[in-house]
């Protein structure tokens, strides 16, 4: 439940950070590959296993479009 309302605080604080709405889009429509990005979740997640950090929220945003977000072991 905490992590729900985590996810949905990060959507709701990105959404206000431009004068023009985000929405939400597949990498491959805006030219990333999903591989590439899996590699984020793997460095951050090795990251949080040596414990060098707690936990960590990404986001990506390409052409006003987010592309990838996620919250990765934030007050388990």
Do not use: H, W
Request: net charge positive.
């Amino acid at each position: 439940m905490k992590r729900l309302f985590f996810v949905l605080i990060i959507i709701f604080l990105v959404s206000g950070c431009s004068q023009t709405s985000s929405t939400f889009d597949l990498p491959e429509n805006q030219g990333v590959s999903s591989e590439r990005l899996d590699r984020i979740d793997s460095y951050l997640n090795k990251a949080i296993e040596k414990n060098q950090i707690p936990g960590a929220v990404a986001l990506i945003r390409r052409n006003n479009k987010i592309i990838y977000i996620k919250l990765l072991d934030i007050l388990m």
